[in-house]
């Protein structure tokens, strides 16, 4: 059976653990982040991700890409829509 990445994030608890992994696996890499965040997305639905972050699909879409180099406010749009906060701690 192929990896689905949707059956392994279906609640926002695994959402969270999955970003978590990603920051700590490359802290720096926004690229890679914002990579794992879209493909988060598709995961999840893209229509409704857009939805509940008050963007439309082709916004966040494009956002998202592999080209995208979204705000940081869009990126709080969407960790919202997916049901996560992001937060700090001490380095």
Do not use: C
Not at 27 to 47: C, F, M, Q, Y
Not at 54 to 63: D, H, M, V
């Amino acid at each position: 059976m192929p990896y689905s990445l949707a059956e392994q994030l279906r609640t926002p608890e695994e959402i969270a653990a999955y970003l978590n992994a990603w920051f700590t696996e490359a802290p720096d890499d926004a690229t890679s982040i914002v990579r794992v965040l879209g493909e988060i997305t598709h995961a999840k639905g893209i229509e409704q991700v857009a939805r509940a972050a008050g963007l439309s699909r082709e916004s966040l879409n494009n956002a998202l890409s592999e080209n995208g180099d979204p705000s940081f406010a869009t990126v709080l749009k969407v960790a919202r829509a997916l049901g996560v906060r992001l937060h700090a701690e001490a380095a």
